[in-house]
Structures are given as structure tokens and as C-alpha cells.
């Protein structure tokens, strides 16, 4: 299947681990995003990576840090987790501006 | 700042029953307005892209509409299975960032 898959699905840790999720994307897209959906549902764009560049760097705690190995992964690390960043962080990914394309999520829950 | 709020919060229909959702922006140099449809624990799914004031997208009982402040997502006559979060999102001319609204959540009642 052509898709955006992330792992793992569901995250459960305690406060002040580090954590990683990882993303990969089939559709031969040059773009792909970290996006993060709060408790309201609210998403909000995080990280963007055009060809394993970074071009989009929202105000992020320097906590988290992206990563694309390739054009077809980019994965998130989280440095010292906080009560906070319980949230669905989602992947996504798309071509010559065209919409995003987003992957299942990822249930992040601190305690 | 790029700005997107949708209204309602939230909307019960029955089936059959159409109506509008609506997504007011304020997005500089608007690039693009997307529709996406959310079901619970998934992400969200792509429906529609417009472009330019007065454009019109339809797909099944779904027909999205655009103005210079606001789009429109009208479900006509409606089927349980249309239940879901729809969320709205402009694209500016900085990059390709999404702004999303908060999303209207719709429950259709057979």
C-alpha cells in the first residue's frame, strides 16, 4: 500500500525519558512534516523537510529534534520529556505543494 | 499572523438533514484553502484543494466553495457514515505551512 506509516502507534513513558518516532512515506514525495495535535485537536505544524533539508522550523522546544536520513523518512527524537508533550503527533508528507498527505498518528503519553 | 477558525464547534444533523460548515480565514497571500475529514484515532484525509475565489469542489455529497474570507463545506443530505471531525486549512505564501482551524465535528443521527 502507498502511504504514510509511523511507529509506534502508541507511546506510553515516564517524564524525563527520551523517546523516538519514526516516519516513512511510499508516495515519492520531496516534503515531509512533523504536525502535532493537542488535547482540542488543534494541529499545528512543527517541522517541515524538503529533500532532507530543513526548511520549516516552528517555535519548538529545542527538545525535539527532527531527522530525514532520505528523501522517505523523517523521524522525530524527544530529549527529557515532559508532562506537556502529551499529544497524537502525526507525519505527513507531499509533492510540489500539493496537499499534505498524513500518516496514522502516534499517541504520546507522559506520565 | 495566519488565522483559520471554523464554526461550528460542533454539529448534530439527522440524516438527510443538509448543512454548512463554515472556515473563515485570514491567510496572507493564500496559496491554498484545504478540506480534510478526521475519523477518531486516524489522521486526517485529504478532500479538497481550492485555489481562488469563487472555485467549487464536489465529491459525493460533499461541495466545498471559496470567497476572498471564508470557505464553505456543504453536506447534502447526509449519511451516518459522513460523521466525522472536518478540519480547514489555508496554505500562505510562506512556504508550505498549513494553518488549521479547530475543526467541526459532525454527527449525523440515522
Known amino acids: 500500500d502507498t502511504a504514510v506509516s509511523q511507529t509506534p502507534k502508541y507511546l506510553v513513558t515516564q517524564m524525563g525519558n527520551d523517546k523516538s518516532i519514526k516516519c516513512e512515506q511510499n508516495?515519492?514525495?520531496?516534503?515531509m512534516y512533523w504536525y502535532k495535535q493537542d488535547s482540542k485537536k488543534f494541529l499545528k505544524i512543527m517541522f517541515s523537510?524538503?529533500?532532507?533539508?530543513?526548511?520549516i522550523n516552528e517555535t519548538v522546544p529545542n527538545r525535539f529534534s527532527p531527522k530525514s536520513p532520505d528523501k522517505a523518512h523523517l523521524n522525530l527524537h524527544i530529549n527529557s520529556l515532559e508532562l506537556g508533550d502529551s499529544a497524537v503527533y502525526f507525519c505527513?508528507?507531499?509533492?510540489?505543494?500539493?496537499?499534505?498527505?498524513f500518516g496514522p498518528g502516534t499517541r504520546l503519553l507522559v506520565l | 499572523e495566519d488565522q483559520v477558525t471554523q464554526s461550528p464547534e460542533a454539529l448534530r444533523l439527522q440524516e438527510g438533514e443538509s448543512s454548512s460548515l463554515n472556515c473563515s480565514y485570514t491567510?496572507?497571500?493564500?496559496?491554498?484553502l484545504f478540506w480534510y475529514r478526521q475519523d477518531p484515532g486516524k489522521g486526517p484525509e485529504f478532500l479538497f484543494t481550492l485555489y481562488s475565489a469563487g472555485e467549487e469542489k464536489e465529491k459525493e455529497r460533499l461541495k466545498a466553495t471559496l470567497t476572498k474570507k471564508e470557505s464553505f463545506l456543504h453536506i447534502t443530505a447526509p449519511k451516518p457514515e459522513d460523521s466525522a471531525t472536518y478540519l480547514c486549512?489555508?496554505?500562505?505564501?510562506?512556504?508550505?505551512?498549513?494553518?488549521f482551524g479547530g475543526g467541526t465535528r459532525v454527527l449525523v443521527k440515522p
Open positions: 523537510y524538503n529533500n532532507k533539508e530543513l526548511i
Open positions: 486549512a489555508g496554505k500562505g505564501a510562506a512556504g508550505n505551512k498549513l494553518t
Open positions: 491567510v496572507s497571500g493564500l496559496r491554498g
Open positions: 508516495l515519492g514525495h520531496d516534503t
Open positions: 505527513a508528507s507531499s509533492q510540489d505543494g500539493q496537499a499534505p498527505y
